[in-house]
């Protein structure tokens, strides 16, 4: 069974401010587009923490550091930064793949669209972290990248955006280190299918409540000054 995230807080600028921490019982095998910790590897911890709608500081992996040494983490790690308000995290569990997802869907995106360069977009983060309970090998492991985020843009045609995500978007697919690898992680493979419903259940279900209240942890706590916003926040 996969390590259920706790909910924690730090101390920031005067406010208490929410992240999700994840302690993994033994390291996990890890492809991530995270600031901090992305990449492919052994990891053994994650975070994924709020940050002030007005998010400006020009270097997020080492912030996300400082934060994983306050919690006293060793070892790698990985660590995502989003506008919303963890505490709307939306979990979800199908055929032994477990799913977790902030979204918020303030700033939609279509990837190609023509003449836009830059991040001159408003905050909004999608953070999905995928439990897969089989070692995937090396090429399934990406495939599963490109299958969460197929589900993805999915779950957002179905709740009415012409968009495939927002610019800061970030995705972590674990796994076990050791075992005898899964060959595949496509959308009809024995490990893609069902992630593939549980990532477009997590996106839909979360982007309607981000929609319907736009809310954000800046919402709850008052926006605090100062910190630009990069690309996994």
């Not at 587009?33 to 270097?59: C, F, H, K, Q, T």
């Not at 589900?151 to 075992?179: N, R, S, Y």
């Not at 979360?206 to 736009?214: E, F, I, K, R």
Request: charged fraction near 15%; glycine fraction near 12%; charge should be negative.
């Amino acid at each position: 069974m996969f390590a259920e995230p706790s909910l924690t807080h730090r101390r920031e600028d005067g406010y208490e401010v929410p992240l999700l921490l994840w302690r993994f019982p033994e390291p996990v095998l890890a492809a991530s587009s995270a600031v901090l910790g992305g990449g492919v590897g052994p990891r053994e911890w994650l975070i994924n923490a709020s940050v002030p709608m007005s998010y400006a500081r020009p270097d997020p992996e080492a912030h996300l550091a400082e934060l994983a040494g306050q919690l006293h983490l060793t070892g790698p790690g990985i660590g995502l930064l989003t506008g919303v308000d963890v505490h709307d995290v939306v979990s979800v569990r199908e055929d032994g793949v477990q799913v977790y997802a902030t979204v918020g869907l303030g700033a939609p995106i279509q990837a190609a669209e023509s003449g836009v360069t830059g991040f001159a977009h408003r905050p909004g983060t999608i953070n999905i972290v995928v439990w897969v309970p089989q070692r995937l090998g090396d090429g399934a492991l990406v495939n599963a990248v490109a299958t969460a985020t197929e589900a993805k843009a999915q779950a957002l045609a179905e709740l009415g955006l012409a968009a495939t995500g927002t610019a800061t978007d970030a995705i972590c697919v674990l796994c076990p280190v050791d075992g005898p690898p899964a060959a595949y992680g496509g959308p009809r493979s024995l490990w893609g299918a069902p992630m593939a419903r549980a990532v477009f259940e997590a996106v839909r279900d979360g982007g309607a409540v981000n929609l319907s209240t736009g809310r954000s942890w800046s919402d709850r706590a008052g926006d605090m000054p100062a910190h630009p916003l990069r690309e996994d926040a």
